[in-house]
């Protein structure tokens, strides 16, 4: 699942190589205005503001330029707060009942549409800030900030293919052999069963377009979000999201012992706790 949020992201290219010209051009003398630094910016954020700021950090920026950003992600964090709280609250709710031993879907449904409102409401001020940034960065700067983007995208798709998410789980609740076969088994039935009523990779495939193209219109000197990538169907994408998740809890939870399910509702406990859920 890991995974295919990051493909839907949609910044996973190759990073192009970066040269040098052998051209000499004569600069205008540095001044407190011109002069710019290498810093990861909004080194206290979360989640994607904080793979942004981090990105920024191989961007030369003036001082100016760095006040702003870090404004920018100021306000983006107290704008997710909510969306945080919402997602810790069905974590914490999931947890409890992966440790009883049944997941009841009714029962989520008020978290879950708590989560949604939350990022609905967060939606237009991200997009605007995502255009301010835009407007903030110079043509050089701003393809300097997409080639850091797909290079980091790039490393955490490489980390999970050496540590897949569910290969953790497993070694963390400390399955069977047996256990990993019937769990295995049970989750490709699910996916033929989705194939069959119409899902497939299309939407992942979409969602990594939709990315893509994101990220080149950036780099041009017209860029507006709603041209390029129109508001998302928030209620759509978490609800498949969720529907995802839970499914797989549901295929999982008569497998697991008694004992096995504490360690999983612990783990959701700690998913819920950390700032940086994606």
């Known amino acids: 699942m890991l995974k295919r949020s990051l493909l839907a992201l949609g910044f996973v290219l190759a990073v192009p190589a970066l040269g040098c010209g052998s051209s000499v051009t004569s600069e205008p003398p540095m001044t407190a205005d011109t002069a710019t630094t290498k810093a990861p910016v909004a080194a206290n954020a979360h989640g994607p503001v904080k793979l942004f700021g981090d990105a920024l950090g191989d961007v030369p920026l003036t001082a100016s330029q760095r006040t702003q950003i870090e404004q920018l992600a100021t306000d983006a964090e107290a704008r997710h707060a909510d969306a945080r709280a919402a997602r810790k609250d069905l974590l914490t709710a999931l947890a409890s009942q992966v440790q009883a031993g049944q997941v009841d879907r009714a029962s989520l449904q008020p978290k879950i549409d708590a989560l949604v409102a939350a990022l609905q409401k967060a939606q237009p001020g991200d997009c605007a800030a995502f ?148």
């Open 131 to 278: 255009e301010q940034l835009h407007a903030i960065l110079g043509p050089e700067q701003r393809t300097e900030f997409v080639d850091a983007i797909k290079a980091r995208i790039g490393s955490h798709m490489g980390e999970m293919r050496d540590k897949h998410p569910m290969k953790q789980w497993a070694e963390d609740l400390k399955l069977s052999d047996d256990q990993r076969a019937q769990i295995k088994s049970a989750i490709k039935d699910r996916m033929h069963a989705a194939a069959a009523a119409g899902a497939s990779h299309e939407d992942w495939s979409q969602a990594k377009h939709r990315g893509e193209a994101v990220m080149t219109a950036f780099e041009q000197d017209r860029f507006v979000m709603d041209e390029v990538s129109p508001p998302r169907d928030v209620q759509a994408q978490v609800a498949k999201m969720t529907g995802h998740v839970l499914g797989l809890v549901e295929v999982a939870l008569p497998v697991l012992t008694p004992e096995q399910r504490v360690l999983a509702a612990q783990k959701l406990v700690e998913r819920a706790d950390s700032l940086d859920l994606p």
